[in-house]
Each structure stands twice: as C-alpha cells, then as structure tokens.
C-alpha cells in the first residue's frame, strides 16, 4: 500500500503510532494529498465556573474597563497579576489621541492605576512585559518606561507583536508585590 502511495505521486506523512492490542510501536503511512473532513466537535465551557476564594479581583474606574472577559487585575497571595494595559483614556474608553509617546504614557497611567487600586505601588512591580506593533518605538518606550519607573528596575521583557487590541502600537502588564 506505502508504494501504492509513493508511485501515485500522493503526499504521504509518517507517523509513529502504539498498537494497542500489541502494545508495539508502529510506523504509519498517511496519505495527506487528499484532504478528508475531519467531523465538527463543538465544546461548550461550563457558565458554573466560579472564582476560587483565594482570589481576588481588582478593578477601578481610574483605569479602563476590561474590554472582554477579563478582570483588571487579579490578587492571590502576597501578589496582583495586572492584565495588558492599553491606552484608553478611562473617561471616555476611546484610544487616546497622538503616536507612540501619548500611548505608551497613557497605558503607564492606566497600569499605575490598576497596581494602585490592588494596595501595591509602582516600587512593588516585580516584572513587566511590554509588548511593541513596532520594535524600531523601543527606544522612545524605553525612555519614558525609565522616566515612569524612576530609580525602580523591574524585570522587564519587550516584545514586538504583530497586532494589539484596538490596533494600539503599546500595551504592558505587570505582576506585583502586595507585601509592605
């Protein structure tokens, strides 16, 4: 049956697979020319999902609201997980006007914001991740993240991304300390 394969021209994808009646490993040939429907399985989450007592929500209205199924921020032990922070002005929840500085100041704002309303501070965040639409905007972000952060040094990773939410060009997130 494989030269079958081999001499039709047939793309053919090995794998290896167990027996389970012989609980030996075989090596399969499938032929991939050929697309076949693969049946619809649809899966539904269950709404009975609740949060656990050992987590606590964050949220204020001195940040944007969370734009989809998402909390602001979440507690759990000594520690806030703060979710992407986009640079919607929390008034109006529009995108605030200008390029890479008005976003990336007004995303900080938002993110201040939301550590500020767990209990932590900024010399409490921990680690942050930045993400860029442009990596060529990294030493603009870069100057104004030190401005913000002052003599505080997080650890920190930036990445570029291909899209963001909204189209924005800067979003960031943080975990912080609870612990005084």
Known sequence: MFQHLAKSGAR??????????SNRRLLVALNVSRPTLVP?????????????SSLTPVTTTNAPAAIGPY?????????????GCIPLVPSTMQIIDGGIVEQTTQALANLKAVVEASGS????????????????DFVTVNGIYANFFGDHKPARSAVE??????????????IASLKN
Not at 12 to 18: A, Y
């Open 12 to 21: 053919v994808c090995w794998s290896s697979v167990v027996s389970r009646s």
């Open 40 to 52: 619809q399985v649809t899966r539904t989450m269950s709404s009975a999902v609740t949060t656990h």
């Open 161 to 174: 991304v291909a899209r963001l939410p909204k189209d924005v060009l800067f979003e960031i997130e943080c």
């Open 71 to 83: 909390s602001q921020a979440v507690k759990v032990g000594d520690l806030v997980f703060v979710s």
């Open 121 to 136: 501070d900024l010399g409490r965040v921990v680690k942050t991740t930045a993400f860029l639409k442009d990596m060529n």
